[in-house]
């Protein structure tokens, strides 16, 4: 089968830093992304892990072990604005044409900043 | 400029009507896409379209049909709509997956679907 796990909810304080991890169970991997989606708003891609180890991209960083089918996504130095919903999405080759294979979301972990 | 567009953002009907949601992008992609958000925020696709060929058609009553004049274009109709397609509904699209470069997929604003 094919499950992807993030927790529900997490809280944290302005300024600080997050970590919000992802579990994943699937046929086949060709890649991990990482969304954010504001409430009432579309996705809008943070970053993308296809090879094991750290991308950093300013304040957000992603992780990635194929072994372990885990990612984390790092946020610092926190701001309100990054309250929103953050989505883990890996794409599964084997189900599908290779440029176009399923992508696969989580339900998302909806992050709440708190002053 | 809007890179991936819905109409209309948002839709409210009686159960049994027929409705469509058009979508379209202006950024040459070749891949475009529909997702159904539920009230639990499950983003679920339910179909893709590469060049305007159907390639991925998940377990979709077949009430829903896709149709793809060209590759800019994706438009999603619902026939005989039932209480629980309720949702938001988003289009999206993608380049094909290129040495380097992730197919990230660019999202429209969603169109939000009401059925009463």
């Known amino acids: 089968g094919q499950n992807i796990d993030q927790p529900t909810e997490m809280t944290a304080t302005e300024g600080a830093i997050v970590q919000i991890n992802c579990t994943y169970q699937?046929?086949?991997?060709?890649?991990l992304f990482w969304y954010q989606q504001h409430a009432g708003e579309a996705p809008t891609f943070l970053s993308y892990?296809?090879?094991?180890g750290l991308e950093e991209k300013g304040r957000f960083s992603s992780f990635l072990s194929r072994s372990k089918g885990y990612s984390y996504l790092l946020l610092k130095e926190l701001q309100m604005k990054d309250s929103a919903s953050y989505l883990c999405?890996?794409?599964?080759?084997?189900?599908?044409?290779?440029?176009?294979?399923?992508?696969?979301f989580g339900s998302g972990t909806r992050l709440s900043i708190r002053p | 400029d809007t890179a991936v567009s819905q109409t209309p953002k948002y839709l409210v009907t009686q159960m049994g009507n027929d409705k469509s949601i058009k979508c379209e992008q202006n950024?040459?992609?070749?891949?475009m896409y529909w997702y159904k958000q539920d009230s639990k925020k499950f983003l679920k696709i339910m179909f893709s379209?590469?060049?305007?060929?159907?390639?991925i058609n998940e377990t979709v009553p077949n009430r829903f049909s896709p149709k793809s004049p060209d590759k800019a274009h994706l438009n999603l109709h619902i026939n005989s709509l039932e209480l629980g397609d309720s949702a938001v509904y988003f289009c999206?699209?993608?380049?094909?997956?290129?040495?380097?470069?992730?197919?990230?997929?660019?999202f429209g604003p969603g169109t939000r679907l009401t059925v009463l």
């Open positions: 999206a699209s993608s380049q094909d997956l290129l040495a380097g470069a992730p197919d990230t997929q660019y």
């Open positions: 699937t046929s086949g991997f060709n890649g």
């Open positions: 892990n296809v090879l094991d």
């Open positions: 999405a890996v794409r599964d080759p084997s189900r599908g044409y290779s440029s176009a294979s399923k992508i696969i």
């Open positions: 950024l040459g992609h070749d891949t």
């Open positions: 379209y590469n060049n305007k060929e159907l390639i």
